[in-house]
C-alpha cells in the first residue's frame, strides 16, 4: 500500500505512459522518478517488518525476527519494483528493474549468514573468552572451567609444521614453473595443482593416515606430524598458486638486467625477483595458512583428539582447536553441557579471529608492500 | 683460462643445483597426487574383498554399503548447488558490472571472508543458528505441501535436515563460485558491451547479449568448482545432518542420507580393523569422483583461457 504512494509524480499523466509502454518504445516512455527503488526497498521493509512485528506481539514467534524481515522485505521489494515498472515504464525497463532487484537481492542474501554468523561467534564466544581459556588445559576438568590452551598449542605446533613443509616445496615449484618450466612437465603441474587445490580435505587426511598407517606398521596411528603431512598436502598447491602469480608479476627487464651484468640465473632468481616479490609471497603464504588452520576433518581422523596437553608432534594424539570446537560441542551433554557449548564458542571465536587477523594482515602487507610501477 | 674453466663449471653448478631442486619440488607434487591415489587403494583392498559380517552395519559387500553414501553425498551437493549457481551468479553480475567501481573490490573482499570462515564454525552455525531459523518454514512446508513427495512428513523437530545441510553447503561454495564467475563477467569484451548500449539495450539486455554468451564456459567451470568442494565438504554436514544409512529424496524429514565425507568424520575415530579400510575405500570414491569433476572444470577454464587471450 505504501508502494503505490510513493510514485505520484509517475502516475500524473498514466496515457502517455501506458501507450508508450504498449510500443515498447524506451526514450518516450514515462521513467519513475529517481529514488524510487529505494523508497519501495525501505517501504517493502517497513511492511514485512510490520507484519513481523504483529507475529511477534501476537506471541507467534520469540523474538522479533529481524533476518525474516530483510529477507522477505527484499523478496516483496523485487515484486513491488518491477510491478510498478511494468505499469509506468514498459516491459523492457520493467526486466531491467526487476535483474537489477534480483542481483542486488542475491548480494544481501549472501551478507545475511556472514553477518548472521559472525554476531552468533561474538555473541556466544565472549561468555569464555578469559584468561583462564588461555591459560589451562581440559585435563581433569569435569563441569565448567577448563580451557582450549592444548589445543590452541596443537594448532599452532601443526600449522607451523605444516608451513615448514609447504612453504618450501611450494616455493620452489612455482620457481619452477615461472624461471624453468617449459614443455609437459610444467603444463602437467600447472593442471594438477588446480586439480590438487579440489582433493577433498578429508582426503587429504585418509592419506596421511594410509601413508603413516603402512610405514609404521601401526594401524591406529594418531600424531601431530600426520596431521601436519595432510595439512600440507592441502596446503602445496595453494601456496604454488598464489607465489606462481606473484613472480610472474616481476618485470622481465629486472632479470635481463641481472642476467646481462653476468649474475647467473639461480642467483638472479635468489637476489633479483624473490626480494622482489617477498611482500606478495609472504601474503601467499599467510592466506594459504589462513586456509588450513581451521580444517577439521583431517585433523579430527589422524590427529585424534585429547584432553591433555601434548607439545611432541612425533608421539600420540593432539589436540586442535578446530577438533576441540567440534568435540566439545558434540560431546556436550548432562549436567555440565552449557559449560562445554561455551567452550566450544569461545573456541570458534579464537578460531574466526586468528583467520580474519591472517587475512588482514595478508592483505595489508601485499597493499603497502606492493612494488608500484611508475609509468 | 682454468679459473675461467673453474668458473663457468662453477655457475654451472650453481645453476644444476637450483634448477633441479626447482624441477624435484614441481615433480614432487606429481609424485603426491599419484601417492594418494597409491596409499588409498593399498589401503581399501581389505574392504573391497571384504565379505557380509566384517563391514559396518549388515551390508553383504562393499558397494551395498558405499551406495547410500554416494547418493547422499551427490543428493546434498546438487541442493547446495540449486541454491548457490543463481546466487553466486547473481553476486558476481552484481560485482562486476551493478555495484559502483570504486565498491566493487571492497564487496569482492567482503566475499572472499566467507571462505575464511572455518567449516566447523559454519557447522555450529547451521546447528544453532539456521536450524531453528528453518524449522518453523519446514513445518509450514509438511503441512500445507506435504502432498509434493520432496516435502512428504514427518517433519524433523530440530531442522536438522538435508536442506539444512545443503544450505550451510550452498553458503560455503559460493565464494569460489562468485570468485569465477566474476573473473570471466569481467573479462567480457568492453567494447561489445559499450556496443549493445549504443543501441539502446537496457543494462539487463546488454549483459544477456554482451556478458552471458561470453561467460558460459567459465559459469559451467564454476559450477563444476563448486560441486567438486560441496561434494568433499566434511564437518559442516556431520554436524548439521541427523544421519541415516538409507535412500529417500525427502527434504524435511529427520531420516536424511549420510554423505561419504561426513560418515568418515563421524565413524573414523572409533573404527577399527576392516571398518577402517572400508571407510578408507569410501573415502577413495569420493577422491575419484571429485578429481574427475575437478579435471573436467580446469580443463573447460584452461580452454577457454587460450581462446580468450586475456589472462595470457
Request: proline fraction near 5%.
Amino acid at each position: 500500500m505504501t508502494t503505490t504512494t510513493s510514485t505520484p509524480s509517475a502516475t500524473t499523466m498514466p496515457g502517455a505512459g501506458a501507450v508508450a509502454a504498449r510500443r515498447g518504445g524506451l526514450y518516450a516512455a514515462a521513467r519513475l522518478p529517481r529514488g524510487t527503488a529505494w523508497a519501495t526497498l525501505a517501504a517493502s521493509w517497513l511492511v514485512t517488518g510490520g507484519l513481523f512485528g504483529i507475529l511477534d506481539a501476537a506471541g507467534a514467534s520469540d523474538g522479533f525476527n529481524l533476518v525474516g524481515t530483510i529477507f522477505f522485505g527484499t523478496v516483496l521489494f523485487d515484486v513491488a519494483i518491477w510491478s510498478l515498472a511494468l505499469l509506468v515504464e514498459g516491459r523492457r525497463r520493467a526486466l531491467d528493474r526487476l535483474v537489477t532487484s534480483l542481483v542486488s537481492t542475491a548480494f544481501v542474501i549472501a551478507l545475511l549468514p556472514l553477518v548472521s554468523l559472525v554476531a552468533t561467534v561474538l555473541q556466544n564466544g565472549l561468555a569464555r573468552f578469559d584468561t583462564a581459556y588461555f591459560t589451562e588445559s581440559m585435563r581433569n576438568v569435569i563441569g565448567a572451567g577448563g580451557g582450549g590452551l592444548h589445543a590452541i598449542v596443537g594448532t599452532l605446533e601443526i600449522t607451523g609444521m605444516a608451513t615448514l613443509i609447504s612453504v618450501p616445496v611450494g616455493l620452489l615449484a612455482s620457481i619452477y614453473l615461472v624461471e624453468y618450466g617449459r614443455g609437459a612437465l610444467a603444463r602437467g603441474i600447472t593442471f594438477f595443482v588446480d586439480v590438487m587445490m579440489g582433493i577433498p580435505s578429508i582426503v587429504a587426511g585418509l592419506f596421511a593416515f594410509a601413508l603413516f598407517a603402512l610405514a609404521t606398521g601401526n594401524p591406529g596411528i594418531r600424531s601431530g606430524f600426520v596431521g601436519a603431512v595432510s595439512l600440507s598436502v592441502l596446503m602445496i598447491p595453494v601456496v604454488v598458486r598464489s607465489s606462481e602469480e606473484i613472480l610472474r608479476l616481476v618485470p622481465n627487464e629486472l632479470r635481463e638486467a641481472s642476467l646481462a651484468l653476468g649474475v647467473p640465473k639461480w642467483l638472479t632468481v635468489l637476489k633479483i625477483v624473490l626480494p622482489t616479490s617477498i611482500a606478495g609471497l609472504v601474503t601467499g603464504v599467510m592466506l594459504a595458512i589462513a586456509r588450513v588452520i581451521g580444517e577439521t576433518a583431517p585433523l579430527l581422523i589422524v590427529a585424534g583428539f585429547t584432553a591433555s596437553m601434548n607439545y611432541d608432534l612425533f608421539s600420540d594424539r593432539m589436540m586442535t582447536l578446530p577438533v576441540f570446537v567440534y568435540t566439545q560441542y558434540t560431546q556436550a551433554a548432562g549436567l555440565h553441557a552449557q559449560a562445554a557449548v561455551d567452550r566450544a564458542w569461545a573456541g570458534a571465536l579464537t578460531l574466526i579471529i586468528i583467520v580474519m587477523v591472517l587475512n588482514l594482515a595478508g592483505r595489508v602487507i601485499a597493499r603497502i608492500f606492493a612494488p608500484r610501477y611508475g609509468r | 683460462m682454468t679459473t675461467d674453466t673453474a668458473r663457468r663449471g662453477g655457475i654451472r653448478l650453481g645453476d644444476r643445483v637450483f634448477a633441479g631442486s626447482a624441477a624435484t619440488a614441481g615433480a614432487l607434487i606429481l609424485i603426491v597426487l599419484a601417492a594418494v591415489a597409491v596409499f588409498l587403494i593399498a589401503q581399501s583392498l581389505p574392504a573391497l574383498g571384504a565379505g557380509p559380517g566384517e563391514l559396518p552395519g549388515t551390508a553383504q559387500n562393499f558397494w551395498v554399503y558405499v551406495w547410500p553414501l554416494v547418493f547422499g553425498t551427490i543428493w546434498s551437493a546438487f541442493l547446495a548447488l540449486l541454491v548457490a549457481t543463481p546466487l553466486s551468479i547473481g553476486i558476481a553480475l552484481f560485482i562486476s558490472h551493478y555495484a559502483p567501481r570504486r565498491l566493487a573490490q571492497a564487496l569482492g573482499y567482503v566475499i572472499d571472508l566467507l571462505a575464511a570462515v572455518p567449516s566447523v564454525v559454519f557447522g555450529l552455525w547451521g546447528i544453532v543458528v539456521l536450524a531453528p531459523f528453518v524449522q518453523p518454514m519446514y513445518s509450514w512446508l509438511v503441512a500445507n505441501l506435504g502432498w509434493i513427495p520432496l516435502f512428504a512428513g514427518p517433519v524433523s523437530g530440530t531442522g536438522r535436515t538435508v536442506l539444512t545441510a545443503s544450505v550451510v553447503l550452498a553458503v560455503m561454495v559460493l565464494p569460489i563460485m562468485t570468485a569465477i564467475c566474476r573473473e570471466v563477467f569481467l573479462q567480457a569484451p568492453r567494447l561489445h558491451e559499450e556496443a549493445a548500449l549504443a543501441l539502446g539495450a537496457t543494462r539487463w539486455e546488454m549483459i544477456r547479449m554482451a556478458v552471458l554468451p561470453f561467460a558460459r564456459a567459465g559459469i559451467v567451470s564454476a559450477i563444476m568448482l563448486g560441486l567438486g568442494r560441496a561434494l568433499g565438504e566434511t564437518m559442516a554436514v556431520a554436524m548439521v545432518l541427523s544421519p541415516a544409512l538409507v535412500v529417500n529424496m525427502f527434504l524435511l524429514t529427520s531420516i536424511n542420507p549420510n554423505t561419504i565425507a561426513a560418515n568418515i568424520a563421524l565413524q573414523f575415530p572409533e573404527a577399527t580393523g576392516v571398518s577402517v579400510n572400508a571407510l578408507i575405500a569410501s573415502g577413495l570414491v569420493l577422491f575419484l569422483v571429485t578429481l574427475g569433476i575437478n579435471m573436467i572444470a580446469r580443463y573447460i577454464v584452461g580452454r577457454r583461457r587460450a581462446f580468450s587471450g586475456a589472462n595470457a
